[in-house]
C-alpha cells in the first residue's frame, strides 16, 4: 500500500509507523503549556527522528471560538515555509480550505483535515494539487462540542470514512493520496474512544493507511487521572497498542520517546542482532 504526497510517497507495511511530529502554532493549545517557536519546534521534532511535522494554526478546543482564517494562515505559512525549506515533509492541521491551499502554496505535501471533508474546496484543492488528505471521522462541526452517541462506534466510523473516501474519489482525488483518521475523541466519550482503538484492526478492511492520534488526548487522562501535558506514559502504552493493531502514521508531540518507544520494541520484536545507537566507549551510558 503506497502514500502519495506531491513529491513524497510512503509504502505500508513499514518496519515501525511513520512519526508525525505536532507542532501547535498556537497561543491556546491544551498539551503543550509551554509555547514553542513553530520554526525552532519543527526543526526539532525532524531532528529527534519525526518523518512529517503537522504545523496547526486553530486549536481544537471547543470552549475557544475558532480564529478567522487571516490569522489562521498567519500563524501557520511562516513555518511551513520554513520547513519545508529545509527538505522536512510538512503537514497542515486545518479544517480550512484556503488555509491548507495557503500552506501547500508554502511548501506542505498533506493535509491533516481536521474537519472530516465539510469544507466543500478540501478535496478539490487535494485533487489539484496531489497533496495527500488525512480525512478523519467526526460527527461534529468544527470547534463544535457534540457527543452524539454510537450503537457500534466502529461501525459508524467504517460507514462514515466509507462515504468520505468515495466523496474524495468523486473529487478527482487519487486513492493513494489519502489516510484515514478513526478521530479518537472528536464527538466521542471516552469510552466510545477506547473501543474503537481496541477494534482498530477492523479498519484495515478500508485498504488505506490509518493515522493514530493518541498524543496526550482526553480518553487517556481519564484512564490515568492525568494533565494534558502529563499523559506521556499512557500515550506510549496506547501508541503501543495502536501499532500492535497496525497503525500507518502515529501522531504525537514526544517525537524522541516515541522513536525510543518504536526502537526498543523492533529489536524485542526482531531475530536479527539489534542495531545499537549507543557508543560503547561512552561511560555516560553506564552511570550517572
Given amino acids: 500500500m503506497r502514500l502519495r504526497a506531491r513529491d513524497r510517497e510512503w509504502t505500508f507495511p513499514r518496519a515501525r509507523p511513520l512519526l508525525m511530529g505536532i507542532v501547535n502554532a498556537t497561543p491556546d493549545s491544551v498539551s503543550d503549556r509551554v509555547r514553542h517557536d513553530p520554526v525552532a519546534r519543527g526543526r526539532e521534532l525532524a531532528a529527534a527522528g519525526a518523518d512529517i511535522v503537522d504545523v496547526g494554526g486553530e486549536s481544537g478546543r471547543t470552549d475557544r471560538a475558532a480564529v478567522s482564517p487571516g490569522v489562521e494562515i ?30 501547500i502554496e508554502a511548501g506542505a505535501v498533506l493535509i491533516n483535515d481536521v474537519g472530516a471533508l465539510t469544507d466543500p474546496g478540501m478535496a478539490p484543492l487535494a485533487a ?33 470514512l466509507e462515504e468520505r473516501i468515495a466523496a474524495a474519489l468523486d473529487a478527482g482525488v487519487v ?9 479518537l475523541d472528536y464527538a466521542k466519550t471516552p469510552e466510545e474512544s477506547i473501543e474503537i482503538l481496541r477494534r482498530l484492526s477492523e479498519l484495515h478492511a478500508l485498504e488505506r493507511p490509518l493515522l493514530l492520534a493518541v498524543s496526550n488526548k482526553y480518553f487517556v487522562g481519564m484512564l490515568t487521572g492525568r494533565a494534558p501535558d502529563e499523559r506521556l506514559a499512557g500515550t506510549l502504552a496506547a501508541l503501543a497498542h495502536g501499532v500492535e493493531q497496525g497503525a500507518a502514521i502515529a501522531r504525537v508531540h514526544d517525537v524522541r520517546a516515541a522513536d525510543d518507544h518504536l526502537a526498543v520494541r523492533a529489536a524485542l520484536r526482531d531475530d536479527e542482532a539489534p542495531v545499537l545507537a549507543g557508543d560503547r566507549a561512552d561511560e555516560s551510558l553506564k552511570w550517572l
Avoid: C, N, W
Fill in 128 to 160: 489539484r494539487t496531489g497533496a495527500g488528505l488525512v480525512v478523519m471521522h467526526t460527527r461534529a462541526k468544527p470547534k463544535e462540542a457534540s457527543f452524539p452517541g454510537y450503537e457500534d462506534p466502529v461501525a459508524d466510523v467504517k460507514a462514515f
Fill in 74 to 103: 498567519a500563524r501557520i505559512e511562516p513555518a511551513v515555509r520554513a520547513l519545508a525549506g529545509d527538505g522536512i515533509a510538512v503537514s497542515v492541521d486545518t479544517f480550512r480550505a484556503e488555509v491548507a491551499a495557503a500552506a
Fill in 175 to 183: 486513492a493513494e493520496q489519502l489516510v484515514l483518521d478513526p478521530g
